[in-house]
Nanobody
Framework: QVQPVESGGGLVQPGGSLRLSCAVS????????IAWYRQAPGNQRELVAS???????VYVDSVKGRFNISRDNAKNTVTLQMNSLKHEDTSVFYC???????????WGQGTQVTVSS
């Protein structure tokens, strides 16, 4: 079974940076997408960024230019580098792995990111 595990969350000041990591165990095959979602209290779950096995990336408008998603296929890890953090970035961040043989989604437990002075 595929199991993503998030790490790197914590407390950071506005304008600061934080790096989240997602370590994925199990067979995710050659075609896959790994994404970061976030959900703040009272808000809907939101796709933050995603990256395909081919390296194509997608970002929600609110994080473009501030966040960067990357992957290390040899280590089966995905990183979300978050810069210029704002209060509104505060949320639980989830790593989600999508495979296509057949299509299935695997969710991690989440990691808390708090942006506060």
């Amino acid at each position: 079974q595929v199991q993503p595990v998030e790490s790197g969350g914590g407390l950071v000041q506005p304008g600061g940076s934080l790096r989240l990591s997602c370590a994925v165990s199990g067979n995710i095959f050659s075609r896959n997408t790994i994404a970061w979602y976030r959900q703040a209290p009272g808000n809907q779950r939101e796709l933050v960024a995603s990256i395909t096995s081919g390296g194509s990336t997608v970002y929600v408008d609110s994080v473009k230019g501030r966040f960067n998603i990357s992957r290390d296929n040899a280590k089966n890890t995905v990183t979300l580098q978050m810069n210029s953090l704002k209060h509104e970035d505060t949320s639980v961040f989830y790593c989600v792995v999508t495979v296509y043989a057949p299509i299935r989604n695997y969710w991690g437990q989440g990691t808390q990111v708090t942006v506060s002075s």
